[in-house]
């Protein structure tokens, strides 16, 4: 089905388009594998200088930067009335992939080990769930600009956040070696919540986004009751990021646990 230029970059989509189920369909699938294999070329990098790899997670993060300024060129120039709540909403980050993907060009921008290992958290979660379930991107027959924008900024955000964890950027310790510790990242985690209620009850920007409130997608999919989607959240975010901590913890302990002699 074709479309003008001004068409895709302003995202109209033909008056009789109609919405498809692209989920785990050839593009959803082709995106992910493309993923895994860029993935799998940055990790050959590791043995690199330190330089090299920064450069590798800089360029990831221009590419997200390039995304998020075209869209809001693209919005501002859609001839809306442009008060400060309108302002606000096209100009800040919203979502929690969008925060995520603000976090990834700060921890590039910054080279702090906490930047790191915060950004590389959050936007696995987020480029998880996306290509496990995506509610967007690969619902219409055409792909424009939107379409676009959402798929490649997700792939980006898994890409980026792996590669973090490959190029050995972070460092899941709960205590590091020159001060560093997991608060730091734990805090920086804290303020992104902190910033979801300032968009929420302050800014009235986006009604829910880190999707703990009554009413989300995420709760209509599982199909809970709030209470319990609440204290499954809570739980699920509590395992998720310590996990990263936990895990290379137990492989340390085994890793270096003494072998039991032969009788």
């Not at 050959?44 to 330089?51: A, L, T």
């Not at 199909?223 to 990263?244: C, M, Q, R």
């Not at 340390?252 to 039991?260: A, G, S, V």
Request: proline share 5%.
């Amino acid at each position: 089905m074709a479309v003008t230029l001004y068409d895709w970059i302003f995202s109209i989509y033909p008056p009789a388009r109609a919405a498809v189920n692209g989920r785990f369909g050839i593009v959803h699938i082709a995106t992910v594998l493309l993923c895994v294999a860029i993935i799998l070329r940055i990790a050959m990098c590791r043995r690199k200088d330190p330089q090299k790899r920064d450069r590798i997670i800089c360029n990831l993060a221009a590419l997200i930067v390039l995304f998020e300024v075209a869209r809001r060129i693209i919005n501002f120039s859609r001839g809306y009335d442009l008060d400060l709540h309108t302002v606000l909403y096209m100009l800040l980050p919203r979502p929690w992939c969008a925060i995520s993907c603000w976090l990834t060009v700060m921890a590039a921008m910054f080279k702090r080990r906490y930047l790191y290992n915060a950004a590389s958290m959050s936007s696995l979660l987020c480029a998880l769930v996306f290509f496990a379930y995506p509610m967007v991107g690969f619902n219409h027959g055409v792909y424009l600009f939107e379409d676009v924008y959402s798929i490649t900024t997700h792939a980006l955000l898994l890409i980026s956040s792996i590669s973090m964890i490959t190029l050995g950027q972070t460092d899941f310790r709960y205590e590091r070696e020159g001060g560093g510790q997991a608060r730091h990242e734990f805090s920086v985690l804290a303020l992104v919540f902190l910033y979801a209620f300032v968009e929420i009850y302050l800014l009235k920007i986006e009604k829910d986004p880190l999707y703990f409130l009554p009413g989300n997608d995420v709760q209509s999919v599982f199909g809970l009751s709030y209470p319990s989607y609440l204290v499954v959240y809570i739980t699920f975010i509590l395992v998720y990021f310590n996990a990263f901590y936990l895990i290379p913890m137990a492989l340390r302990h085994f890793k270096h646990k003494p072998l039991p002699h032969a009788a």
